[in-house]
């Protein structure tokens, strides 16, 4: 896995970022909102995925678009993420993403307690068995941001357009679980402000933990 970093050189305060190459090409743009919105210092690690339906999916799932199926390599792209993380004093961890990074970064939350905060944009929370993964497990984080766009379950795609249904639902799961947790709606559908939207996201975990 490639990583990139960006932002504050040492800081104790990082944060984890599933990226592909479209990602990247705005992440300078990102660091620069997160330090604007939150004042804080920080690092960012960019972790680069090969493969961004096989090695972000917790389990395997059938195509929903295209013809590509999700692959359930998750649980290898969050070892070596892990890797990238090494237990220091007085370091803090956040993971979060955009789109299918978002998801990952919340069911990583489910498999480790490294991470104090998750920043979910836009999560593709419609995958399929989710909501009854988050039902059966404990979160092992502190707080956990969610955003969605208004337009995103505006689409012809049947799995796709319960995206709004299921963000609401796993707001109310993990609010029952009395998780530090916020559910912020932003104009546009699933391809706008990417890059804004999950400067928003860290920017809100890193403040309030």
Same mark, same amino acid.
């Given at each position: 896995m490639k990583a990139y970093e960006f932002g504050?050189? *040492?800081s104790d305060t990082v944060l984890v970022q599933? &990226?592909?190459?479209?990602?990247l090409e705005n992440i300078e743009k990102e660091v620069l909102l997160i330090s604007e919105y939150s004042g804080?210092?920080?690092?960012?690690?960019?972790?680069?995925?090969?493969?961004?339906?096989?090695?972000?999916s917790p389990w395997n799932a059938p195509a929903v678009f295209g013809a590509e199926d999700f692959g359930g390599g998750a649980a290898e792209t969050? *070892?070596?993420?892990?890797?990238?993380?090494?237990? &220091?004093?007085?370091?803090?961890y956040y993971i979060g993403g955009y789109s299918l990074a978002g998801l990952f970064a919340l069911w990583a939350a489910f498999r480790t307690d490294m991470f104090r905060g998750v920043a979910a944009a836009s999560p593709s929370v419609w995958f399929p068995g989710l909501c009854d993964y988050i039902r059966e497990n404990t979160i092992k984080t502190e707080s956990v941001y969610l955003s969605l766009g208004d337009r995103e379950e505006k689409t012809r795609n049947?799995?796709?357009?319960t995206v709004g249904a299921r963000i609401k639902d796993v707001y109310g799961l993990l609010r029952e679980r009395n998780v530090n947790c916020v559910l912020e709606w932003n104009e546009g559908n699933h391809f706008r402000d990417a890059h804004i939207r999950t400067a928003k996201a860290f920017s809100w975990v890193i403040g309030n933990n």
């Open positions: 504050t050189p *040492g599933p &990226v592909d190459r479209y990602d804080r210092n920080f690092r960012l690690i960019a972790a680069e995925a090969e493969d961004w339906n096989r090695d972000l969050l *070892g070596a993420i892990l890797e990238l993380c090494p237990s &220091v004093q007085g370091r803090s049947p799995v796709m357009a």
